[in-house]
């Protein structure tokens, strides 16, 4: 299910509620865990900066990076967990003429142990935040706030060192090595990273990117079929 808001959400989201921070665009993923941009938009410039952000630690208390968003504007912030697992959490936001987008693994998330060979299914709760339609005034940004949230069936083969799945707009191309995930994502046909892991008792990834004028943000969590 996708809810689109008219414009831009202003100001943070309750540190309580959820736990990740991120914005920004890209035109291509890197081969790191970061992603940059620009692009001349309205009368100003946007840039975007995406990155694989710890946001809180394993009490749930916000950590220095969750805590800089709270000097962002259009802020986002999305959280998925399982009880049996873990979670993963994440934000958009802008600040000036830059949009970021941060995500990550909470640190208490436990998979269970390591898989070597074989096949597993993991049947995974998701959700995306996104800024996209980014323009910029000369002093800040402006555009259009997505939130989307879904089911999607995952399937890890390690003996082929791989997980793939694909719901809606996700498109999930993992490189699972000793239970450690790697890899890319595309969310609405624009590139991004992922990382997490995969084992005997679950899943969760993080994951972030960009275009010229959207970045995004997101994770999923579930456990083993």
Known sequence: MKLTLSGILVGAVALSACSTTGTTTTTTPT???????????????VSTDTDFVVLFNSRETPNDEALETLGWSNVQFGAVNEVTVGGVDFVVGTNGET?????GVRDATDVGTTVLT????????????QLS???SDGTSLSGRADTDTGIINL???FDGNT??????????????IGGTLSGAVTYGGVAGSLNGSAGSDGVAGAFHGSNATT???????????
């Open 118 to 129: 074989g096949t597993a299914t993991y049947t995974s709760d998701y959700k995306v935040v």
């Open 163 to 176: 997980l793939t799945g694909n719901d809606g707009d996700l498109n999930v191309l993992g490189t699972l």
């Open 133 to 135: 339609e980014l323009t």
């Open 215 to 225: 970045v995004y943000a997101g994770g999923f969590v579930g456990p083993r079929d």
């Open 155 to 157: 399937t890890a083969d």
């Open 31 to 45: 081969t790191g865990t970061t992603t940059t941009g620009t692009a001349t938009a309205g009368s100003g410039t």
């Open 99 to 103: 949009a970021y987008g941060y995500s």
